[in-house]
């Protein structure tokens, strides 16, 4: 009796380590320190970079520590808010994003409800290999940021993000 207390203990401690998020990838921390682009991370092990846009314009850019499979592909996303929204997505703008996620070449648009009400956030995403070189990361995050920031001065003519 014993051991198997002793075995599920481990196997419950074991289990809630690996629910953990993960840390910061060092994979994508070289590739920022090559370029030697600003960055901090947040609770979840993300890169957050304020990128710079089109005239006196930023925009906040995140790339995902955490990782996923595609076939044998190893997998990141790179996003970028564009705006919120206090309610549902209008359907008009909706549409918008629609047609446009046809239209652009590195990513799409996504709506990402928000845990507080009915916020909705517009993220521009994109998918690139986790171990992407410096000029298909590059290119990939800069055009995530002025995709996403082309869109919020559409959108709100404010530079929030």
Known sequence: MA???????VVVLASSL????PGPDPRVEAVLKKLEWSYKTDEDGDYQLVMQTEGERTQLLVVRSRTFS???FEMREIWSAAGIYEAEVPA??????LDDSLQTKLGSWAI????EGTKQLVLYVSRIPADAD???FSAFAEGVA????SF???LTGKDDY
């Open 134 to 136: 410096l000029e298909t």
């Open 18 to 21: 690996l629910a953990q998020a």
């Open 92 to 97: 008009e703008a909706a549409r918008t994003l």
């Open 112 to 115: 990402l409800p928000q845990s």
């Open 152 to 154: 919020e001065a559409e």
């Open 146 to 149: 002025q995709e996403a920031d």
């Open 70 to 72: 595609v076939g044998n």
């Open 3 to 9: 051991l198997s207390l002793r075995f599920l203990l």
